[in-house]
């Protein structure tokens, strides 16, 4: 008996097996989506062209037998957005994961700390200076707009703020951070409301702003965002260990080697540089970075081995297909068809997940 | 919770913080952002490289402009394939003779009839940049003031394709517009008689209403919660209700009026613009019920003498194109019925 | 007793009161060996958690020396110390989601070598934990069907898959039942000499402590006394002091003297007869 326990080996976290299943068909899925995505528009230009075109673009196969219109189509538009999709749904499906198991708070999203209010502070001001002062506008900063440079500085302003205020002598209590958040994220939204009113006929701009649109994505806005949201990406992978840990609370955490506050810094920072990077590309873009991990977690547990990869492509593979969905629906704002289409299947998820639980 | 080391912390991550910065600026240079990516877009691969025989003064090419947001556009031929984000914008390259260049409106364009059948580019107010670029444009007329953002005008521009803003905010500067279209679209002639029509037009409306009392009218653009919008000073629209013989009403810079306001400047007539789109005001009986319900407005001195007036031309009206003068005829019979037949 | 694991001289810890300036811990002085259970008493207050905190590493002393394994505990980073030194909290909720490996092989943390995977250490730590926890029939249950016996067994192993040199448990008996605070005991006992593990317990119960710890301790007045060895309770009078409450020393059938908080007069006692 004894030996035929010990023959069986232990599951010590997700099984290499699982852990493929989950992400190769993720992975899939993603590809499916984009490649769906850039297949489809309003415009008509269908998939053999679209594919077509990329490859040519890519690896110079093929000559050219479609009309330049349908190359930009593709290439400037259509992809971008795709791209962009991922980058942004990856970012704040990651983000999310990190401070609901940061903050220990299964309600925290990427903005709870306040990178959205400062974004969006910042986002709005640059789309009404211009209004004040006229060459202000004429700059480009490594090819990004000013509202980009805007929304990405004033979302990271915001963190900086957040966890100084929150700061104490022993370190930064979460509880206290939430708070923080919290009030600073009302305070600037406070300002985002105030200059909303004095807006006057900006007010259709920044309220597109703020609902969040793929349709701005760019190659040099990606090339920008790309470094930091993949950059974060890495170095978060490789932290799984400490996530879980704290998820025993930091206490304990400490005993199982962890240096909690220096964790919890870097942390944050990853976090809001992925969340800002994407912020700065499309807007703020709510319920991605709440519900994917969350759905993530139901379905496949709380190791953040798998969660936080998992996090990634399943946030990018959702955006991506809100995003299809925004466009061929008119041009609504994202945001908008996230929540649409994520919220039913999250409750039904949420209500499978009650029935089917043991009651002890 | 004693920290063992004892030394201080700073950002561990800070060198490689500045190194991810360092990347992204590095791969986000400016020059990423010129379109030099794009295989010539904008040209129809589908348009001949020589010289149209049809076009009579080359010479004119290229043609360097400002427009009506201050930005420089300079454009190579005559454009073939226009596309306009505005009904105003449409009405003008219509009466210019050149209707058969557009391939691409807005879905609230609805004049001149044929329009209606072409592409729409605009939806609701959101420009489709894909099937703008489908359309193969060589010229988009956009509208200025943010109604077309200027993130949409740069994308437009990033994509190849030269983009002109027009916000004519007089009469004058309709005239200006409709010369500067004509210019590129080489309609010098059909311009300039276009224009005098416009000029006798508005004499004409003068001399009517000339040595009328001028009521005090308040124009009413929309109205919500107390809140009324209209003429702003010194607007456009102000200056219309001036020409048609009356003292306008105006709000502030924006044409906001909140309804005390309205009550001390008490207008003696009431322009209703909104009953253009509220079929509860058809008759002047229920445009006059519908406005003296509202709270302080009993008291009006234009509710009181009931003149209040359900006006259905509000579309010539504010569209700042040809037909203005259309628009201007309506106001001023609308003020003085008795000056006009 | 062989090698020193922990040694605390001159300890002054901790702050009482509202104006801070008395001390919980002061002059505290303690040294443990490998193989020796020792366990730590005294009243709520006194300073046991404090003291396990600064053995820990997570309280700095405000005065005083304190060494792990030979070396001064500043020279030791926080990884360092969780590699050969374990902490059962009081309490610990454990998330749900995970089940008893998943748990026990958190404690492995410390010993990370590669960046995702885990080897075939980890793999055997975690086993030979659960065995020697007596947690192995529960390695595939999710945590939060646990009773509170098993729950202490989950948290004992993951503790022991840090394979520490020194592990400290404060007041791990807390919410146990009898049975399992004996079954805990027990299993400590066993482990001091199997694992050659230091253990420092804080416990609550006189007897249990004098029957199983190799060493007893007691916090009293900010210092550690000296409260029984071998089998052997504190004295009477010390446990009175220490604890303010009427103490009496009595005989088991077997001869085994034991110490039971009895009140000396009780007006209110139940009816005899």
């Not at chain 2, 929309?222 to 003292?247: D, I, K, Q, R, V």
């Not at chain 3, 801070?20 to 300073?47: F, Y």
Request: with cysteine; hydrophobic share 50%; aromatic share 4%.
């Amino acid at each position: 008996m004894r030996a035929a326990t010990a023959a069986r080996p232990l599951a010590l976290g997700p099984s290499f097996g699982r852990s493929t299943v989950v992400l190769g068909g993720g992975l899939v899925a993603l590809t499916a989506i984009s490649l769906i995505s850039v297949a489809v528009g309003t415009s008509g230009v269908g998939a053999t062209d679209a594919g077509a075109i990329i490859l040519h673009r890519l690896f110079g196969i093929g000559t050219a037998t479609w009309p330049s219109s349908s190359e930009a189509i593709v290439w400037d538009l259509r992809l971008p957005r795709v791209v962009g999709g991922m980058l942004v749904g990856a970012g704040l499906a990651c983000a999310g994961t990190v401070f609901q198991a940061l903050l220990r708070n299964p309600m925290a999203d990427p903005y709870v700390i306040g990178t959205a209010a400062g974004a969006s502070l910042g986002a709005v001001a640059a789309l009404l200076l211009p209004g004040l002062i006229p060459f202000i506008a004429a700059g480009w900063w490594l090819g990004l707009g000013l509202v980009q440079v805007f929304a990405f500085a004033g979302g990271l302003l915001a963190v900086v703020v957040v966890y100084a205020v929150a700061r104490a002598q022993g370190g930064t209590p979460v509880v206290t951070l939430l708070l923080a958040g919290y009030a600073v994220s009302s305070l600037l939204s406070a300002g985002v409301a105030l200059l909303m009113f004095l807006s006057g006929d900006r007010l259709a701009a920044v309220v597109s702003w703020l609902l969040g649109s793929l349709g701005g994505a760019s190659w040099p806005r990606l090339a920008f965002a790309a470094p930091l949201i993949v950059g974060s990406f890495v170095l978060l992978l490789l932290r799984w260990r400490r996530l879980n840990a704290l998820l025993l609370g930091e206490e304990q955490a400490v005993h199982l080697g962890v240096e909690v506050e220096r964790e919890k810094r870097i942390l944050t920072v990853l976090a809001a540089l992925a969340t800002s990077a994407g912020v700065a590309i499309s807007g703020t873009i709510g319920f991605v970075g709440l519900v994917v991990p969350h759905l993530l977690r139901l379905a496949f547990g709380p190791d953040h081995r798998l969660l936080l990869p998992a996090s990634m492509v399943y946030g990018a593979s959702l955006l991506v297909l809100a995003d299809l969905g925004a466009r061929l629906a008119g041009g609504i704002p994202v945001g908008i068809v996230t929540a649409l289409l994520g919220a039913p299947f999250f409750l039904w998820l949420l209500r499978r997940s009650l029935v089917m639980r043991p009651r002890p | 919770m004693g920290n063992l080391r004892g030394t201080s912390r700073g950002l561990a991550g800070a060198p490689l913080l500045v190194l991810m910065l360092a990347v992204s600026a590095c791969v986000a240079s400016p020059g990423a952002s010129a379109p030099a990516s794009t295989t010539e877009p904008g040209l129809p691969s589908s348009v001949p490289s020589a010289p149209l025989s049809a076009a009579p003064s080359p010479a004119a090419f290229p043609l360097t402009l400002t427009d009506d947001a201050g930005r420089t556009v300079v454009l190579d031929a005559s454009p073939g394939r226009i596309i306009s984000l505005a009904p105003s914008n449409t009405e003008i390259v219509c009466a210019l003779d050149a209707c058969d260049r557009l391939v691409g409106v807005t879905d609230f364009d609805d004049y001149p009839a044929k329009v209606v059948d072409l592409p729409k580019i605009v939806l609701q107010t959101q420009v489709d940049l894909e099937l703008l670029v489908a359309a193969e444009p060589d010229l988009v007329l956009a509208a200025g003031n943010e109604l077309t953002p200027s993130s949409v005008i740069a994308q437009i521009e990033d994509l190849g394709v030269p983009v002109i803003v027009l916000y004519p905010e007089s009469l004058e500067e309709i005239y200006t517009d409709i010369e500067m279209v004509a210019g590129v679209l080489d309609q010098g002639a059909r311009a300039d008689s276009l224009i005098d029509d416009m000029r006798r037009g508005v004499a004409a409306v003068e001399a009517a209403v000339e040595g009328s009392d001028k009521p005090r009218t308040l124009y009413e653009v929309f109205h919500s919660e107390g809140t009324t919008y209209t003429a702003g000073e010194g607007s456009f629209l102000a200056s219309l209700l001036e020409l048609a013989g009356a003292t306008p009403v105006t709000g502030d810079a924006e044409g906001v009026m909140e309804a005390e306001d309205l009550v001390a400047e008490d207008p003696q007539l009431i322009l209703l613009g909104t009953a253009s789109y509220d079929p509860s005001m058809a008759t002047s009986a229920a445009a006059l019920e519908v406005v003296a319900a509202r709270p302080g407005w009993s008291d009006l001195s234009a509710v009181r003498d009931a003149n209040v007036v359900p006006y259905l031309d509000d579309i010539v009206t504010t569209r700042p194109g040809p037909r203005i003068v259309e628009g201007l005829e309506a106001l001023a019979r609308a003020i003085h019925p008795d000056r006009f037949d | 007793m062989t090698d020193i694991v922990a040694e605390l001289a001159g300890i002054s810890a901790g702050y009482r009161g509202r104006d801070g300036r008395r001390h919980v811990l002061d002059g505290v002085e303690l040294r443990v060996g490998a193989g020796e259970l020792l366990a730590i008493l005294g009243p709520n207050g006194s300073g046991k958690t404090t003291l396990l905190r600064v053995l820990a590493g997570t309280l700095r002393a405000a005065s005083g020396a304190v060494e792990l394994f030979g070396r001064p505990i500043e020279r030791w980073s926080r990884a360092e110390i969780a590699r050969r030194v374990a902490v059962l909290p009081q309490s610990l909720e454990l998330p749900a989601g995970f089940n008893v490996a998943e748990v026990v092989a958190m404690g492995r943390i410390p010993h990370a070598r590669s960046a995702f995977g885990s080897g075939p250490d980890d793999e055997q730590a975690v086993e030979s934990a659960l065995r020697d926890a007596g947690a192995m029939d529960l390695a595939q249950r999710s945590v939060i069907e646990l009773s509170g016996g098993e729950r202490q067994r989950v948290l004992v192993a993951m503790a022991l898959a840090q394979e520490p040199g020194l592990l400290l448990l404060d007041e791990p008996t807390l919410h146990l039942d009898l049975a399992h605070q004996l079954a805990l005991v027990r299993t400590l006992q066993r482990l001091r000499t199997a694992r050659q593990v230091a253990v420092v317990a804080v416990l609550h119960d006189l007897n249990l402590a004098a029957a199983y710890a190799d060493r007893c301790l007691l916090l009293h007045a900010g210092r550690l006394l000296p409260a029984g060895s071998g089998g052997d309770v504190i004295d009477p009078d010390l446990a009175r002091r220490a604890f303010g409450v009427p103490i009496e020393e009595a005989l088991t059938a077997d001869g085994r003297r034991v110490l039971t908080t009895v009140a000396a007069t009780r007006p209110d006692g139940p009816r005899s007869g």
